[in-house]
């Protein structure tokens, strides 16, 4: 029986065309695909008055972690700065810290936030817990060195695509239930929650050519978890099991209509309403996975791009002056 799926947005559809597609992951091609590294951060850099530091911190295992922080240039006497603390997207599997990076210097340019990103370990060279622990001890280096930074402690925001978003939400539940440090929000992009890869629209992206389809992410969450039954897999990797979603930052979850993580992310949203929490969902008609990403011209790319930072404007300012 062939499977109904949402329409792409016509603009969208157009693009992809373009773009060559596949429906499984396999370790050559992912050997190839970590060939092509991330377009380089400096033609990013190029129109942008930015001070760049690059630092290492060490893992829980003492492994090495490098950060990459961005921050507006010649900001002396100035106010403390928001910071945006960004974990990049690539099926927890691929890409690096300067993937999708375009996205949180926005929020440099918009509100002269401090942006910092983490080079965590992938999968399947590091395994388990190790991803969301690495981000989690980037995100105590930062509170720790706020004052150095330029930061107001009172304003970070942790925030991701894809993996990424799936990693942000796993570090928010880490800050919370180890009790530090403070996370003003938690911005996810069509975040990678669960491992189950069983949801309406995980089996409607199945077996077909996509952008990240039901087996591209089941290969992902088996580079990360390898053979664990469901009862051995950590809340804080596939943040979807945890059972307990109160007392957690305000987040703000996006998503596609016409994506696989689409009912797992619109579920998240419906447990922080039902645990007494606050999330802005926003799932964008005929948005295929990663769609503001990969085609920010487009004009459905745009809007959710602007809806995202107009969200995060109101939330700063009620946190302190932007």
């Known amino acids: 029986m062939t499977t109904l799926r949402p329409d792409l947005d016509p603009e969208l559809r157009e693009l992809l065309a373009d773009m060559p597609l596949m429906s499984q992951l396999s370790a050559e091609v992912l050997a190839q695909l970590r060939q092509y590294p991330s377009p380089p951060v400096e033609s990013l850099l190029a129109h942008r008055r930015v001070d760049r530091r690059e630092v290492t911190v060490p893992a829980k295992d003492g492994a090495s972690i490098a950060l990459s922080v961005f921050s507006p240039a010649h900001t002396d006497g100035a106010a403390a700065a928001p910071c945006v603390y960004w974990m990049h997207g690539g099926g927890m599997v691929m890409g690096d810290r300067f993937s999708q990076i375009d996205i949180p210097l926005e929020w440099l340019d918009e509100f002269g936030a401090v942006v910092v990103s983490v080079d965590y370990r992938l999968a399947p060279e590091a395994t388990g817990t190790a991803l969301v622990d690495d981000c989690y001890q980037g995100l105590l280096w930062i509170a720790e060195h706020s004052e150095e930074l330029g930061i107001d402690p009172a304003r970070i925001v942790v925030a991701g695509a894809s993996a990424g978003g799936g990693l942000a939400a796993g570090t928010a539940l880490l800050a919370r239930d180890l009790g530090t440090p403070a996370i003003a929000a938690q911005v996810l992009i069509c975040p990678m929650l669960d491992h189950r890869n069983s949801s ?7 077996g077909v050519p996509g952008v990240w389809t039901r087996e591209m992410n089941e290969f992902g969450w088996h580079a990360v978890l390898g053979d664990l039954a469901d009862g051995e897999v950590s809340p804080y990797v596939s943040p979807a099991l945890a059972e307990d979603l109160s007392g957690l930052p305000t987040a703000y979850i996006d998503t596609g209509s016409a994506e696989v993580f689409r009912d ?12 007494g929490g606050q999330a802005e969902l926003h799932v964008w008609a005929g948005g295929f996975h990663g769609f503001d990403a990969l085609y920010p011209q487009a004009h459905i790319s745009a809007t959710a791009r602007r809806t995202r930072t107009d969200w995060l404007a109101r939330l700063l300012s009620r946190n302190g002056t932007v």
């Open 200 to 206: 309406t629209s995980s089996r409607q992206y199945s």
């Open 264 to 275: 797992e992310d619109t579920d998240y949203a419906t447990r922080v309403w039902a645990a």
